[in-house]
C-alpha cells in the first residue's frame, strides 16, 4: 500500500514538476490562498456594491412594492411652512385620496435661521426673501435622512400635484433606471453602498425590496424642465398617462424634440433641472450633497442642478416628461407673486384645489370626490380628455423599452 502511495505521488510530480521544487510549492499555495481571498470577499462585497445585481427582485416584487404607502421608498417627506395651510392642506388630501403616506416637516423662514449656519458664501443681497429657507429646509431633510439612517426618501414640495396613476407610472421605472446605472457603466464606490453599522440593528431596512436599486444619488421626478445635453444614455418607454405635446409643462427646457417622442417618458443622467418639486435622494446622495451645499450662492435647484453636473460622483437621474408638477398657489418667495389663477374646486375654508399643469387626472382636484363621494376612474375629472392609443391613429410610438444613445443631437439605437 506504501509503495503504491509513493508511486501515485511519484506519477503526480512528474505530471506538475513544479510540485518537486519546495519554493514553488510554496508560491502555489499562497496564490491558492490569494484566489480563495478573492473569492469570498467578492462574494460578500458584489452584492453591496450592485444591490439590483443581488436582489434579482420580480415584476411582482417591484410591484408590490411600489404599491406600498411611500411608493417604494423608504419615505415620503413633504416640505411646507407651517402657517401655509391653503399649500399644505391640498397636499395632504390628494396623498390620503392616493393613499400615499406623507410626513409633512416644516419648513423655515429666512428670519429663523441664525447667519452663522448660513452656507458659505450666501448673499443675502443677492437672492429673494424666501430663498434661503427653501435651500436650508431641504438640507435639514438631507440631514434628516442622514441621522435616521435612511435608505431613500422622495421629497416634495408643499405645491406638488401628480397624476392619480402615480403609481402604475412609476411602476415602469426600475428597468429604465437599470439601463442607465446598470453595473458595466456605472462603478459605484464600496463605502456609499454598503449599509452603516446603525442600519444592521434594523433588519427590515436592510432585506425590504428596493424596486428603484440603491445605485443613484438623485432621481428628479417634479421640475419645471429637464434636458440632456451633448452625450447621454436615454431610455425611452411608451407611457400612455404621458402628456400630449400640447399639454407638456415647462419654463426652462424638456428634452431636445430629437431626444423625446411624445407618448413616451425618458429617464437620463441630466445636464440642466430646474425647480424641486420633487425628487427621489439616496442615503448615499444626501451624505455627498449635505457637503456640497455647505458653501453657495446658489438657489436650491440650481445648486442642486449644478452639484449633479459638475461632480463626477454624482448620480442624478432626471424623468421627461415629468411625475410632479407644482399647481398654482401663492409663494412664500418674494418675486414668485401670487400664482396662476388656474380654475379649481374650492372647500368650505377658501382653500383652492388648482392642478399642477401635465396632469390629465390631477391628484388634488379630484380628492375630495375620491374620499368623500368614493369615486372610481370612471368618475375621475380630467384636465383633458383625448387619450394617446385613441383609434385617430395618431399614436406614433417609439419601440417598447429601448435605451437611445443621444449622440451630438441625433438619436440612434
Request: proline residues 6%; negative net charge.
Amino acid at each position: 500500500m506504501i509503495a503504491l502511495a509513493a508511486q501515485r505521488a511519484s506519477t503526480f510530480t512528474k505530471a506538475f514538476p513544479l510540485l518537486r521544487d519546495r519554493r514553488s510549492f510554496q508560491y502555489l499555495l499562497i496564490i491558492f490562498a490569494f484566489l480563495i481571498f478573492l473569492f469570498f470577499t467578492w462574494s460578500h462585497l458584489l452584492p453591496q456594491s450592485f444591490p439590483r445585481l443581488s436582489q434579482q427582485k420580480s415584476s411582482a416584487e417591484i410591484l408590490g412594492a411600489i404599491s406600498n404607502g411611500t411608493l417604494g421608498f423608504q419615505e415620503v417627506f413633504a416640505l411646507a411652512l407651517p402657517d401655509r395651510r391653503d399649500r399644505s392642506q391640498p397636499l395632504i388630501h390628494a396623498a390620503t385620496a392616493t393613499n400615499i403616506n406623507v410626513t409633512v416637516l416644516n419648513a423655515v423662514r429666512d428670519k429663523e435661521i441664525p447667519e452663522e449656519t448660513w452656507p458659505q458664501s450666501w448673499n443675502a443681497g443677492s437672492h429673494q426673501v424666501g430663498e434661503l429657507g427653501c435651500l436650508v429646509s431641504h438640507v435639514r431633510t438631507w440631514n434628516k435622512i442622514i441621522s435616521h439612517n435612511i435608505n431613500t426618501a422622495l421629497i416634495l414640495e408643499s405645491d406638488a400635484d401628480w397624476d392619480l396613476r402615480l403609481r402604475s407610472q412609476l411602476a415602469q421605472l426600475p428597468p429604465a433606471i437599470d439601463a442607465i446605472v446598470d453595473f458595466p457603466f456605472y462603478m459605484p464606490s464600496l463605502r456609499s453602498s454598503k449599509p452603516s453599522d446603525k442600519l444592521l440593528d434594523n433588519p427590515s431596512s436592510v432585506t425590504q425590496v428596493e424596486p428603484y436599486g440603491l445605485n443613484w444619488d438623485i432621481i428628479w421626478m417634479g421640475h419645471c424642465g429637464s434636458n440632456a445635453e451633448g452625450q447621454a444614455r436615454i431610455y425611452s418607454y411608451n407611457d400612455t398617462t404621458a402628456p400630449q405635446a400640447e399639454k407638456e409643462f415647462f419654463f426652462d427646457v424638456g428634452l431636445f424634440g430629437d431626444q423625446h417622442k411624445y407618448g413616451t417618458r425618458g429617464v437620463f443622467q441630466f445636464a440642466r433641472t430646474t425647480c424641486s418639486t420633487g425628487y427621489a435622494i439616496s442615503n448615499r446622495g444626501a451624505h455627498k450633497l449635505v457637503k456640497y451645499f455647505q458653501e453657495t450662492n446658489e438657489n436650491l435647484d440650481i445648486e442642486l442642478s449644478r452639484a449633479c453636473s459638475s461632480h463626477a460622483d454624482m448620480t442624478c437621474l432626471g424623468v421627461w416628461p415629468q411625475f410632479f408638477t407644482n399647481a398654482p398657489s401663492a409663494s412664500s418667495i418674494d418675486h414668485s407673486g401670487e400664482g396662476d389663477t388656474a380654475p379649481g374646486s374650492t372647500d368650505g375654508e377658501g382653500v383652492q384645489y388648482k392642478p399642477g399643469p401635465a396632469l390629465q387626472f390631477s391628484a388634488r382636484v379630484n380628492a375630495f370626490g375620491i374620499m368623500d363621494d368614493g369615486w372610481g376612474p370612471e368618475d375621475w375629472v380630467p384636465e383633458w380628455d383625448t387619450m394617446w392609443g385613441d383609434d385617430n391613429g395618431t399614436w406614433a410610438m417609439l419601440p417598447l423599452n429601448k435605451t437611445y444613445l443621444i449622440e451630438r443631437g441625433e438619436m440612434t439605437i
